[in-house]
């Protein structure tokens, strides 16, 4: 059973942690109640993304990534087992 969590819909008053400024090396920092509230932790590794429909970058956090991942290929092998079991009948 994986890790992850049931992520239900959440208001835009959930999701917002305010703004940040990108420093003169590129760095921001992650507000304290966005860390806290995504158990982001400090050495803990981020991916970092472009978002696909504008200028904007999304971050994840690697394990979360990689437990999402195994979870979605583990339902897409089920369904591809009941599309042949289906075509075999």
């Known amino acids: 059973m994986s890790k992850l969590k049931k992520q239900t ?3 835009l008053d959930e999701q917002f942690f305010g703004a ?3 420093g003169e090396r590129g760095q921001v ?3 304290a109640d966005a860390r806290k509230k995504l158990d982001i932790n400090p050495g803990d590794k ?3 993304m472009g978002h696909p429909y504008g200028a904007g970058v ?3 956090k690697i394990e979360s ?3 999402f991942l ?3 290929l583990e339902g897409l092998s089920g369904v591809e087992r ?3 079991d289906d075509g075999q009948e």
């Open 65 to 67: 990534m990689r437990e």
């Open 82 to 84: 009941t599309i042949q």
């Open 46 to 48: 981020l991916l970092v």
């Open 58 to 60: 999304v971050l994840a």
């Open 9 to 11: 819909w959440c208001s």
């Open 70 to 72: 195994s979870s979605f």
């Open 29 to 31: 920092v992650i507000p």
């Open 20 to 22: 940040v400024t990108v």
